[in-house]
């Protein structure tokens, strides 16, 4: 069984889509995945912090079936622990959203397995997942790649989170998650869940860029992470594009390696739009 993480409001689900598609589509095993989707409804802080649907989760398991019936959703609501941990911390004002402190409740909830990929829901798989799933962490408490800019900026080995292979073991002993969480609760931190992780791991495993390449899309590349990127003409400037938005990859990044995964996604997209005009 191969055990996926994705953390996100009603939002994310353009994201965990087209990246489960990219896995089972570029994956040739028949071994089962579970996707564990943490939601929580935080709208108190913000009208649109809702929780994942019951309906986009059913369809979004209506999808992987479709490719494997052995694969499964568990879709988790984390609203009563988030409360507890982070309510009123200096980093619900995250540079991204609460959100993105979910992953950091991983150890306390029910019947999460050992091994655990946890991903951004901006990335999509070039390559078979288990060059990835299959690197091993029994001594460590997670693998992951160097940050495209934090490697150059602040310290040769400063990863990127968006991709993350958790030893759920390891880490529950060494307290990883719950240093973690302490780090949050006590003093507002630059990338908050991020600067969360790096300062409280005992022991990672450094992969190469190849698993989370946030800027250029390679012919080795397993993972590509939509992430924001500099860009320096036709003056310097950031953007933030996203694998669902199609148009824009075509244009600005010329990459069409992922059209078979994306067509699909446009069509399933508006299958989706369609239950949900029936049913409401």
Known sequence: MVNILFCGNDRVFDGMLTCALSIVKRSPSVEPYTFYLFTMDVSHIKETYLP??????GFFER?????NPENRVRLIDVTELYLREFDGSPNEDAYCSPYTLIRLLA???????????????????????????????????YAAARDHYGKYLVRP???????????MKRMRET??????????????LVFADQSAIIRATTRKRMLPQKFNDQKFL????????FSKRLFWLPYPHTANIKQWQVSEVHRVFR???????????????????KEELVHD
């Open 52 to 57: 994942i649907t019951a309906a986009q989760a």
């Open 63 to 67: 999808v992987v079936k479709g490719y």
């Open 107 to 141: 150890d306390l909830v029910e019947g999460i397995p050992e091994k655990l990929l946890y991903l951004d829901v901006d990335v999509l798989f070039q390559r078979d997942i288990h060059l990835l799933y299959d690197i091993e962490v029994s001594d460590v408490e």
């Open 157 to 167: 080995n400063y990863i990127n989170a968006g991709v993350l292979l958790f030893n």
């Open 175 to 188: 307290g990883l998650l719950e240093k973690a969480r302490e780090l949050i609760r006590r003093q507002k």
């Open 218 to 225: 390679h012919k080795h590349t397993v993972v590509r992470h």
């Open 255 to 273: 990459y069409f390696a992922f059209d078979d995964i994306l067509y699909e996604y446009i069509y399933l997209r508006e299958a989706f739009r």
